[in-house]
């Protein structure tokens, strides 16, 4: 009667209580995956980030959170988070792709977003264009860099350092050792200049020079080695 029907009624809470503890509590995060192959994070990058939250619930999987810490890490520009039942969380990461060295001692994308590597990392990008800039904010200098950059690139020039001082302006450092002096004043301009009577210098010529001073209205000068 009345006491059967309390009793059955209590193993139904008690049975709905442990299906709901085991519903929330028992779907454990066991696998983080990794979905893509990062070029410098590594999967124990990864997991020690997120390591105070390898016990969770998926069900109490905070995404957020978890996609701020794995953005945190040196290399990450963004990552994509998604849980899978019944144990799974899968992280795709996207990293930041270095355009240039900095001062020696950073990266710095496209973008001029820069990152501090390991010395171990930095040696993997040396043969790109190192940038030397002290002293002027680098947003005023960017587009003109930019636009040298371009034009050096379409002349089938690759400097290996491009630096600018407060007096001579911009300079520019091509790898087999010729010093370019293109100044502060219409550089573009003269760079631009320069490239047409470059394609008419003999090999001799080049590798004789040592500096060729852009700083001149009409012409510039080369000095020999």
Known sequence: G????????????????FALTLWLYGFK?????LINKPNQVTSNDILDVLK???SDSLLFVDLDEWTQRAESLTWVESAEIKTHWP????IKLNEYEPAYRWNSE?????????????????????DLTNILVEGTPWPILEPT??????VAQSSLLTPKLVEYEAVIGWKM??????????GKRDVVERFKRFT??????????????KIIDLRYSNGFTLKTK
């Open 2 to 17: 009345f006491v059967q029907r309390i009793f059955i009624s209590a193993l139904l809470l008690a049975g709905i209580s």
């Open 145 to 150: 860099f930019k636009a040298l950059y371009e």
């Open 87 to 90: 144990n799974q969380v899968h």
């Open 29 to 33: 995060v066991e696998q983080v995956l």
């Open 52 to 54: 105070p939250f390898d």
């Open 173 to 182: 450092y091509l790898p087999q050792g010729l010093e370019i002096r293109v």
């Open 106 to 126: 950073q990266l710095m994308d496209v973008s001029g977003y820069r990152w501090t590597p390991t010395m171990a990392q930095l040696a993997q990008y040396q």
């Open 196 to 209: 047409q009577v470059l394609k008419k210098l003999s090999e001799d010529d080049l590798k004789s020079a």
